[in-house]
């Protein structure tokens, strides 16, 4: 039987072969070394350029919404309850004029006894008078009064029974008969108030109402204006998906033909000759950011936010043209490059139109994303809200190649020739998950950038972008 | 040489060392990639886009082999790929399923220099060129052959011995040229 081969002469090629060593031009190693300091330095900026407006903004968001937790001194809002554990309260909003001018109430009794079952839930049953700290005023009581001070309160004063029942009582005596009649058993629903920033303004009608009608009415005679607070809400906002660059918001994204390898070859170009084109694929997109959340109704909620939104398309190419194209293409003084050849090849390299390669375009755009939220349907487990809105953007950096229909040819472009500012428009549609200790909003959402990327540009290049959009905001959701 | 220092500070970002290990493999490497394509250009290159893997990838070194088989290992896969992308080679990378057919016994003396050797390999078509360059030189088996390039095993046993064949071909008349030279100098 024959061999296959001889093992002795691979042997002997192999030990030639392994002595075989060349010394590479420095400009290899000039651009090995611009690679990998390209990717260590895209990254470190981007990753400061993304985190310190954020922490900016979180933090100028913090302080704005601790300074405004607390109630103007004119709109002092009163959650009184009475001696027994268990006991009704009597939400009144009563201006800070009010008390200079409030009559004594005489028939005002110490206390008021109110059923157990007016109050199932005692965490509210407990709640004092929330006077704003920031004004750090005791307010007086109102002259002829029978001198009981409503002091300020504070967290401590809530935790303690002792000082709880005193100043249950001091508020027994001084809140009007109005207020124990209101505080019956007969309003049940206020025993599961919320906080009093959320006050409802459904009961706030029939508290103006029953207020101008009992007997002593004095606090009723003065305007009650009353309106629900909604504050902001601060969350963490992303997503992923593919994005893609379109011609306008319908059509296939843009693909270039040329016959500049048939100018290059004479020899190839026949009748059957067809020019090679170079497609446009889409790739991967993300993004990250921060959202602040307002609502404006119960509809209908105001979303602003900024995020680093990372695009991408997969562009096919031909080959890569390291020579000097300038005397064919004429794309160095089109485009007025004043740099050598030499430094043109190396820096801006040249791709002829083609699908032997393929070139991932990578656009990275800060943006300031501000939109409105419908909530379409009024379920409270799964609500669904439809958004649209507008973001303006800015492009930080990319590394793309743009397509010279003049010369025929790809080329990486300096970052002046993009339009760096675009606005996109934006819709989503997303399902609020019941997620504990958190509102999570999810589903798909789809953006199209109205500006084109590119000025000196005879078809549009409007990137497109669909994905998931998730939002996600700590706590529990403010009723 | 110390490698395990020299990744270390390259894994640093120490440019120096980065340098450092690019001179000491560069050279050898460059001979890797000139066996496996058709020009010192794209030799080059592969060169370039093997040394940017190489530091791309560096934390995945576990120090368990060699870092010059780690390196040659990586400068292979960026030539075939390259082979692969490329128009100019992909056309003569399609392997026509051929029979397998068996070599003679011929075992002749290379008595020319390793340039002389690789350039005869490179004159090759790149299809024999790469499967004798993978299982010849790197110690590919026809099996792991077949899956990096995407033939049958059996592709890559008759498309090796054709490649031994001619190869061997060439070297004796080469040789027998060269001889020729020698007895016919004064």
Sequence with gaps: MKRMHDPKFEKEVQKKLEELSFSPSEAVWTRVQQAVNEKRRRRTPLFWFFLLPSLGLAGAGMIYFSKHKTIPPAQVVRKASVSTPATALAPVSVPASAPASMPAPASAPASVSAPPSSTPDNKTATALVQIPSATGTAIQAAPGHRGHAIHRSGPEEQTSPDIKQDRTQDIASSVPAAHQDMASSEEPSYAGLPGLRSFDHQFAAPTASRLASSPSASYAKTPINIKPKYSWEMGFTGGAGLSTLNSSLFEQPAVAASNVQALMAPTVVNAAYKAPTSGVQPDISYWAGIVAQRPLSKAFTLSLGLDLHYYSTRQQIGEAVYNDPAPLYQASTYFNYQQSSTARSSIYPYYSVGNADVFVNRYYFLELPASILWKVNHSRNLPLFWENGLSLTYLVSTSSIYYNAKSGVFYKAQESMANKTQLNLSTALLVGLPVRNMRLQAGPQIQYGLTSLQHQSSIGQHLLYGGIRIVLIPGKPKK | ?186
């Excluded at chain 2, 870092?67 to 080679?89: D, E, F, Q």
């Excluded at chain 2, 060269?178 to 007895?183: A, C, F, G």
């Design chain 2, 1 to 186: 040489m110390d490698y395990h220092q020299l990744v270390k500070d390259c894994l640093r970002g120490d440019a120096a060392a980065q340098r450092r290990l690019y001179e000491h493999f560069s050279g050898t490497m460059l001979g890797v990639c000139y066996r496996y394509t058709k020009s010192m250009v794209d030799a080059e290159d592969v060169l370039q886009e093997g040394f940017i893997m190489v530091f791309k990838n560096l934390h995945q070194f576990s120090f368990s082999g060699e870092l010059g088989g780690w390196v040659r290992r990586i400068m292979v896969n960026t030539a075939i790929n390259y082979l692969k992308k490329h128009s100019r080679y992909q056309t003569e990378l399609l392997f026509t399923e051929g029979i397998l057919h068996p070599v003679s016994d011929d075992d002749p003396e290379i008595t020319l220099s390793t340039k002389e050797l690789a350039e005869l390999i490179r004159q090759l078509p790149p299809g024999y060129q790469a499967i004798f360059n993978l299982h010849a030189v790197e110690g590919y088996s026809h099996v792991e052959i077949g899956k990096i390039l995407g033939i049958n095993e059996g592709t890559s046993r008759s498309q090796y011995a054709r490649a031994r064949a001619l190869l061997i071909s060439w070297i004796k008349k080469l040789s027998a040229v060269t001889k020729n030279e020698t007895y016919a100098r004064p």
